[in-house]
C-alpha cells in the first residue's frame, strides 16, 4: 500500500450515492462520467462491474493520488436485464412487466487507484418485490423516474410499492456500502485516505 494521500472522487452525478457515501465519513468530491455504456457483455453481475469499472476509468484519466469510485445498477427479471428507460413509454413497458414481481438488482462498484495503476471490482445483489400496480399508478411512474433503472427507486424501507426481500436496500439504492467500505478499508488502514469523526 502506498503512503501517498490519496482523494476521493465519487464518478457519478447520482444524488443517492452521494448521501450513501458520505454515511462512511470519507471525504470526497463528485466528478460525473460521460463513458458510454454499451456493452455486450449479457451476464448482469459481469455487466455492473464493466460499467462501474468503465466510469471510474473514465474519470480517472489525468487525475493524480485519487481513488475513483464507479458504480451501476441494473434490474434483472427473468434473465432479462432492465436498465433505464428511453422514454416514458419504454418506462411504462418496464413498469408493466415488472409490476406483481420478484426481481433482483444488481450494483457493481469498482475502485482505480491512480497512484499504483490498479482497479478493482465487486457486486451485490438483492431481491424486490413488487406489488401489483394499478393503471393509474403506472402512468404516473412511467413519467417519473426516467434515470432510474427498472424505471423505479425505493423512496425508503418501508415503500408502499415495493420492498426488498432479500440482500441489502442500500444496493437496490443504488451503492452497496459495505461493499465500498471493503474496497475503502485498505487505504484507511494506511492512512492514506482520511476519515471525518463524528461529533460527540
Do not use: C
Not at 502506498?2 to 462512511?24: E, G, H, Q, Y
Amino acid at each position: 500500500m502506498t503512503n501517498t494521500a490519496v482523494r476521493l472522487i465519487l464518478a457519478s452525478k447520482s444524488p443517492r450515492r452521494r448521501v450513501l457515501l458520505k454515511a462512511l465519513r470519507f471525504p470526497f468530491r463528485v466528478v460525473p462520467s460521460g463513458v458510454s455504456e454499451r456493452s455486450d457483455e449479457k451476464r448482469p453481475h459481469r455487466l455492473v462491474q464493466e460499467l462501474a469499472r468503465r466510469k471510474a476509468e473514465w474519470v480517472a484519466r489525468g487525475r493524480k493520488n485519487s481513488l475513483v469510485l464507479g458504480a451501476d445498477t441494473l434490474v434483472v427479471l427473468r434473465g432479462t436485464i432492465l436498465g433505464q428507460p428511453k422514454n416514458p413509454a419504454h418506462a411504462y413497458q418496464m413498469l408493466y412487466r415488472l409490476s406483481g414481481t420478484t426481481h433482483q438488482v444488481f450494483t457493481g462498484v469498482a475502485l482505480v487507484d491512480t497512484v499504483r495503476g490498479t482497479s478493482r471490482a465487486a457486486y451485490a445483489v438483492s431481491s424486490v418485490r413488487m406489488k401489483k400496480l394499478p393503471i393509474d399508478l403506472l402512468l404516473r411512474l412511467s413519467r417519473r423516474h426516467l434515470d432510474k433503472a427498472g424505471s423505479y427507486a425505493i423512496q425508503s424501507k418501508n415503500d408502499p410499492i415495493a420492498k426488498v426481500v432479500r440482500g441489502g436496500y442500500d444496493n437496490v439504492v443504488g451503492l452497496p456500502v459495505a461493499v465500498v467500505r471493503r474496497l475503502l478499508a485498505p487505504y484507511w488502514r494506511a492512512r492514506v485516505l482520511p476519515r471525518r469523526r463524528i461529533p460527540s
